[in-house]
């Protein structure tokens, strides 16, 4: 499975951003998929996760409420809705699809494979 994060980009404080994250090579079904984040200097983050097939959906406790992941299985694609969002949102987006389960979907040794993310900054 190949993953390709896209739709980062330079926002206001306050704006919002939708990431896209597309596989090729194999689909979703019957993986968990997340999406995690990356600041300069600090450790990946988790940031959303959901079974593709349904049953549980997290999100990391700084984004709840803001964020929403979202799934389009004609177009094999995940989505991170971002909304309000603020400077402390700005790092590299990643998107990762593996075996997770609820336990362990908030860590990124979880999943197997990995896009190769996508810049989000937000200036103030």
């Known amino acids: 499975v190949q993953l390709q994060a896209f739709g980062g980009g330079l926002v206001q404080a306050g704006d919002f951003l939708r990431l896209s994250c597309a596989a090729s090579g194999g689909t979703f079904r019957n993986l968990a998929v997340g999406w995690f984040r990356q600041a300069p200097g600090k450790e990946r983050e988790f940031v959303a996760a959901f079974r593709w097939s349904g049953g549980w959906t997290y999100y990391g406790d700084s984004v709840k409420g803001r964020f929403t992941i979202s799934r389009d299985s004609a177009k094999n694609s995940a989505y991170l809705q971002m909304n309000r969002l603020t400077p402390e949102d700005a790092a590299v987006y990643y998107c990762?699809?593996?075996?997770?389960?609820?336990?362990?979907?908030?860590?990124?040794?979880?999943?197997?494979?990995w896009g190769q993310g996508t810049q989000v900054t937000v200036s103030s």
């Open positions: 990762a699809v593996g075996r997770a389960i609820a336990t362990t979907a908030s860590r990124p040794g979880a999943y197997d494979y």
